[in-house]
């Protein structure tokens, strides 16, 4: 007589009794965290709270520093919001959530700098839960004006230990991930030179749950194969490094960049650039989409938007300029992480 073996369902995945405490403590830890050291890298700014409530259930802090010394505008939001109705957004993706409330909570941060030389930068990581389904999503991206191999090797190589640390598959799928997720399809380009991004992560099965099932993020995850189940615990272990490895990531960065002299050129082309952030963050941006559909609150969800941008019509760079470098090089995906510093250099 065979030997049945026990079925695994979504309810052997269940979390613990105490998740959206601890997981609303760490998203406000990392908020306070991230303006403190934001603060004494600006040196003259300081980011004023806006706390809100949304009628439905929940609210949060908007933290917005305006015209600092480093940064023209950054914004760095906690949001704790639930509910009785999923949004069209989440039911599209988990039909299996249908009938039950929400619980969502999160810390979002997108930073413009006034420096064309420093690049603009986005974090998010959030927490889902409704019934039985629950989820951890999010990652950090880069997106620079002027290209500086440095400065992507460096971003990503710290990302990559964060997730180093919990398991060497990780990085090696959500990096092309972000690379997929921050592409600007009616461009035919990718927003920066990305990072890392995961969404819908359970601890189950195969780590890509994106829609592109033919590309690379895709194609690795199908090499690798379903993961050994991963805990709650676990999965909130890699959100909690990868959140903490921002600062490392991106301090040396602005360091390096801060003081370099730059011209109207060089703002008129940062200006130009950051018009593919809003045609992002308005026509493909998730977290845009699910704010709205659930009825946040509007200031806080466009946020991310830059306070000052142009677009200009048919715009070609010219051959042999740092310009035509980032369109050539940077804005096509390359394995940052294993970037060596020329000999020469």
């Known amino acids: 007589m065979p030997i049945s073996t026990p079925q695994i369902t979504q309810s052997t995945f269940l979390p613990p ?23 004494q890298i600006d040196g003259v700014g300081s980011f004023q709270e806006d706390a809100w409530e949304r009628p439905e259930g929940g609210g949060g ?10 940064f023209e505008q950054g914004g760095v939001n906690f949001s704790e919001v639930w509910g009785s109705h999923l949004p069209p957004s989440i039911l599209a993706q988990r039909p299996e959530a249908a009938g039950h409330g929400f619980y969502a909570t999160g810390t979002s941060m997108v930073l413009h700098p006034h420096n064309p030389y420093i690049p603009t930068v986005h974090l998010n990581y959030r927490y889902f839960e409704a019934g039985p389904v629950w989820w951890f999503g999010g990652g950090a991206d880069l997106t620079p004006y002027y290209p500086f191999a440095e400065d992507a090797a460096h971003f990503h190589t710290t990302l990559k230990q964060a997730c180093d640390r919990h398991n060497p598959n990780y990085y090696s799928v959500f990096k092309p991930w972000c690379d997929e997720y921050f592409y600007l399809q009616h461009r035919q380009e990718t927003r920066g030179v990305g990072g890392i991004f995961f969404d819908y992560q359970d601890g189950q099965g195969k780590l890509y749950r994106g829609s592109n099932l033919e590309g690379a993020a895709a194609t690795l995850s199908n090499q690798i194969g379903a993961l050994a189940p991963r805990s709650w615990k676990e999965i909130f272990a890699l959100v909690r490094s990868c959140g903490q490895a921002f600062i490392p990531a991106y301090a040396p960065i602005v360091e390096r960049r801060r003081g370099m002299e730059y011209g109207d050129r060089q703002r008129n082309f940062q200006l130009y650039r950051r018009g593919r952030y809003v045609e992002f963050n308005l026509v493909y941006d998730r977290g845009t989409i699910f704010g709205l559909q659930t009825n946040g609150r509007t200031e806080s969800i466009l946020m991310s938007l830059p306070p000052l941008v142009r677009w200009e019509y048919g715009y070609q760079p010219e051959p042999n300029t740092p310009e035509a470098e980032l369109y050539e090089t940077f804005l096509q995906p390359q394995d940052w992480a294993n970037w060596t510093l020329p000999q020469n250099h």
């Open 17 to 39: 009794i105490d998740t959206k405490e601890k997981v609303s403590q760490f998203m406000r830890q990392l908020q306070d965290e991230i303006c403190q050291s934001l603060q």
């Open 61 to 70: 802090r908007s933290r917005v520093l305006l015209e600092g010394a480093v």
